[in-house]
């Protein structure tokens, strides 16, 4: 039995706002020639870098959220991972969670255009929905993180990329008209719960022999 990949840490903005037709979320399409989930439509986000621990913001993100989001109590892990959550969002979608700041001297593209408009990463508006790993048996793995955040928040002009196409806002109740993978799905569902404030708590899906399992922490 060949040795299970190594789940890569990611994390992943969910960004909503509130319309005629209720909660909606911002997505986009997977391109086709995608190595992960292609053509499936999904929240902007991507793997941590070493630029997101050396990247400086210009707010913290609340502390209790480290205890949720299995860093070891670390609040530098933790913020790396939100941190990743904004990049990757700017870098697939032109959207930013930003204000004025100085997000210091990185060379990452992204962070160097953050820079060039002298904003910086502004955590303390960013939530924490939940996360999931990848079962083991896929040759790409990734434990990712969900973060949310109200469009109220957000700054910027929506650019397709490379890795999104088709962005658009996509309301909770017309989720079941779009291919989406599980995860994708269940975060939405827990957005829902959330904004309603019937729960508080985060769902931890992963899988053991081949087997789905949802914790609730």
Known sequence: MATPVIPRHAGSLVIHRQSGKGIEVFMGRRHKTARFQPGVYVFPGGMVERSDHLARSISNLDPLITTKIAVGGSHRRAAALAMAAVRET????????????????????????????DLAPDLQHIGYLGRAITPSAQPIRFHARFFFVSDKHIHGDITPSDELEDLQWVALTDIDSFEMMTVTKLMLKTLSRRIKGEITNAPFLSFHNGRRRLRWQ
Not at 97 to 116: H, I, K, L, M, Q
């Open 90 to 117: 700017f870098e697939e979608t032109g959207l930013l969670v930003g204000a004025p700041g100085n997000v210091g001297p990185s060379r990452d593209p992204a962070w160097s255009r953050f820079r060039e408009l």
